[in-house]
């Protein structure tokens, strides 16, 4: 320790002989001392940081989550409060769970909304729901289709300039159908490099459809049925958006909101990118350095509020959703939840239907719904129609890229699909 | 480590001093943008402020007037927001031709150690499995590797000795920036600045 301070000290006492004949010397030329002016900058510096410094997500609030709450009588709630309970030690920084099965409906929440704040994530809390959007995308699509405004069978030229689908490879003769089924083979925005270097340039950017388009323009398509017909690009449900905002002459967040949130009373439900969003929203971690240190991103928005991604909600307003879409059947007609289970395989245990998406198909029982998986969050909302259970969680960690705490998520979503079925 | 790059840096500056034709002092505000290599130059006028300062002290290694060939010192800072604050510290060497009597263009390489802190809070969780925030003090060490076009302007016509202003497009690569699967961050700058002449030994005679 002295060694090093001596060090240090050295280093400084050699710094400040080498710099005195520049103190003089810009003394007499300039007529300011040297320490003047490094105060002058450094007060020009920070008053151009604190101007540029508005915050996409705040600080999280403490919420007083009240609710008729019945979850300790069910008799898998020391079940699910384990799953939880363990994979936070695992070091998952929050997770808020719903499930609804024949027994009842078991709500719960555990670890942090907010770290640095100490606020405890509860279900009330609002977090980012990622590619469930494209869920509730798609089912205005069909909302829309039933008004006779679009048609699924369309194709994308009818609404989207060939201007800007000549330069998409692989947009040529696509119709609205293989843009929600992801069997386009256009090119993910969310896999280019350029663009997560523009996300890093400008974290809190809102960002419209064209703008990023220009990171899919030129890109090779993707081989298809090799070996399935279907390949996931988010960059299908961004045309998609356009492709409503043309047919309709109106935004798509606007009839989002009009025809899905609104009726249902998702009042906890907010689109980023279009929408401010609360201080009720948890905020997002990720181990971005990869070193087993998580960072709050809550600020790094990766295009949201284009379609595919952007919409923050909680597990209440979610399980309104899925249960006025598929159980209840009161948003669209069966006709129309029939078109939208028309599946193309994109994984082994992956099968994107029209805005829905089929999954643990090795399970005793599979899903339909989506997943949602951003820099720092990560959702699914499934309703498994052969034991009539859906199951809604948020967790404020990222998984779309490598890091330590990835396989810890994967292995919570699979154990807690295995409690629910058992 | 880092201790070790400051003192070496600083005795080669001594080293330079002795040997070089004249010295120069400088400082340049800069803004930073998180774009593609040279390609993303453009992107310093339109896009975001990522304001940063530099100083540097400049050494002359040949007596030709026309061309020159520098070498520089270069300590400086930037802030990128939600993402990192670089304290970076590089020696570099240019090669720049005079113009005319007032301009001159140049280009350059260099090659140092930076130090990042992470722009936004930072856990890590403990044996218990509680996270703890780890302090903003603490950053991480990344070499850094630099490009360079350059162009300067006498104030004092036919005097090269005078006071220059100066612009420079730097083109860093920042690493390693995410263990595993992001080996660099490119980072493109734009410099803005002045320099003083220090010493000639022109002028000593």
């Known amino acids: ?422 | 480590m880092r201790y070790k790059i400051i003192t070496l840096l600083i005795i080669v500056s001594f080293a330079l001093n002795a040997i070089s034709q004249n010295t120069r002092f400088g400082v340049s505000f800069s803004n930073n943008v998180t774009s593609f290599p040279v390609l993303g130059y453009q992107q310093l006028f339109y896009s975001q402020f990522h304001p940063g300062i530099d100083c540097f002290k400049s050494w002359k290694l040949n007596k030709n007037e026309k061309s020159s060939v520098e070498a520089q010192i270069i300590a400086g800072f930037f802030y990128h927001r939600f993402v990192q604050t670089v304290i970076r510290i590089y020696p570099s060497i240019s090669y720049s031709r005079k113009l005319n009597k007032r301009f001159y263009l140049g280009a350059g390489l260099g090659a140092g150690y930076a130090m990042a802190f992470v722009g936004n809070d930072v856990f890590k969780l403990n044996s218990e499995g509680v996270y703890e925030k780890k302090s903003s003090l603490k950053g991480r060490s990344q070499y850094i590797v630099n490009f360079e076009i350059k162009g300067s302007y006498n104030l004092k016509k036919d005097e090269p000795d005078s006071k220059k202003l100066f612009f420079a497009f730097k083109t860093f690569v920042q690493g390693i920036f995410v263990p595993g699967y992001v080996p660099v961050l490119p980072v493109n700058s734009l410099f803005v600045g002045i320099s003083i002449p220090l010493k000639s030994k022109e002028n000593e005679k």
């Open chain 1, 1 to 422: 320790m002295k060694n090093k301070k001596s060090e240090s000290t050295v280093i400084l006492n050699l710094f400040q002989h080498l710099i005195y004949p520049f103190k003089q010397r810009f003394r007499n030329k300039f007529g300011m001392t040297f320490n003047s002016f490094l105060f002058l900058s450094t007060v020009i510096l920070l008053l151009a940081i604190i101007t540029s410094c508005k915050k996409n997500i705040e600080a999280t609030k403490q919420l007083d989550c009240n609710f008729i709450d019945s979850s300790s009588t069910l008799p898998k709630n020391n079940i699910y409060k384990g799953v939880i309970d363990k994979y936070i030690k695992k070091g998952l920084p929050g997770i808020s769970v719903l499930v609804t099965d024949s027994n009842g409906t078991w709500v719960g929440a555990s670890g942090y909304a907010d770290i640095k704040n100490g606020v405890k994530f509860t279900p009330c809390h609002i977090s980012k729901a990622a590619s469930i959007t494209k869920l509730l995308v798609g089912t205005l699509l069909f909302k829309l289709q039933e008004e006779g405004k679009i048609n699924a069978d369309d194709k994308i030229s009818k609404y989207i300039d060939k201007s800007i689908l000549d330069r998409i490879d692989g947009a040529d003769g696509r119709t609205i159908k293989q843009l929600m089924t992801h069997t386009t083979g256009i090119f993910d925005v969310i896999t280019s490099s350029g663009f997560y270097l523009a996300v890093l340039n400008n974290p809190n950017k809102r960002w419209t459809q064209m703008e990023l388009l220009k990171y899919v323009y030129g890109q090779k398509s993707y081989a298809l049925n090799n070996p399935y017909p279907a390949h996931y690009s988010s960059t299908n449900t961004l045309l998609l958006s356009m492709c409503i905002e043309k047919a309709t002459g109106e935004k798509h967040e606007k009839l989002l909101r009009e025809k899905v949130l609104t009726p249902l009373g998702m009042n906890d439900t907010y689109y980023q990118g279009r929408e401010d969003v609360p201080t009720s929203a948890a905020q997002g971690y990720f181990d971005l350095y990869n070193n087993g240190e998580i960072v709050n991103v809550s600020n790094l928005i990766t295009g949201s509020g284009n379609g595919y991604g952007g919409i923050y909600s909680n597990v209440f307003d979610l399980q309104k959703f899925i249960k006025a879409l598929l159980i209840d059947k009161t948003i669209l007609s069966q006709a129309s939840l029939d078109q939208m289970q028309t599946y193309a395989q994109e994984k082994d245990d992956f099968f994107c239907g029209m805005g829905i998406i089929k999954k643990f198909t090795k399970k005793p029982n599979y899903g339909i719904g989506h997943t949602g998986r951003d820099l720092g969050y990560v959702a699914d909302l499934f309703y498994f129609p052969e034991r009539n259970i859906t199951m809604v969680f948020f967790v404020n960690y990222g998984t779309n890229g490598e890091s330590s705490l990835k396989q810890v998520f994967f292995d919570f979503e699979s154990e807690l699909v295995d409690k629910i079925l058992e």
